[in-house]
């Protein structure tokens, strides 16, 4: 990779993350962004290495991307699993290696802190990332799928 960067991003970040948070919840139609709150959130998962760990990626000194990922213990899995919550390029910075260079700093972090498997959710029409993902192994969960419900927000905006 020529002229990039990738390390593990920090509370310090939170203002080059934001932009492309945002982008990738455009580009995913996820509704809610509030520039504040994700800022937050992402001050929060950064703090605690129990709860997350994140990556920021630099195509030519500018962010062009990032992979945060949380932890939960599974029985069913046997220990500590981790979950890819979000990853995103810039469109300008794919395939020159970037996404491919930030998955493996990150499974290189899941396997240093023993976990015993990686999930990742895939929007059903990401047909790129869908390729891009099982060229790195991933693949469906046979007999399973996603479901979720949003539970009541307590928290003070």
């Not at 310090?12 to 504040?36: Q, T």
Request: aromatic share 10%; proline share 5%.
């Amino acid at each position: 990779m020529n002229a990039e960067v990738l390390r593990p991003a920090t509370a310090h970040d939170i203002p080059a993350l934001l932009p492309l948070v945002e982008e990738y919840w455009r580009f995913e139609e996820i509704a809610g962004f509030d520039p504040a709150r994700v800022g937050r959130e992402l001050g929060h998962a950064c703090a605690d290495p129990r709860l997350a760990s994140a990556w920021i990626a630099f195509a030519r000194g500018a962010p062009a991307g990032y992979l945060l990922a949380v932890y939960v213990f599974s029985l069913e899995h046997l220990g500590l699993t981790a979950e890819i919550d979000e990853f995103f390029v810039l469109p300008s910075a794919r395939s020159r290696g970037l996404g491919d260079a930030l998955l493996t700093l990150a499974e290189a972090e899941f396997a240093r802190r023993g976990c015993t498997n990686v999930a990742l959710q895939l929007g059903a029409g990401n047909d790129r990332a869908r390729v891009f993902y099982r060229a790195h192994g991933y693949r469906e969960r046979a007999g399973f799928e996603l479901l979720d419900k949003m539970l009541p927000d307590r928290r003070e905006s």
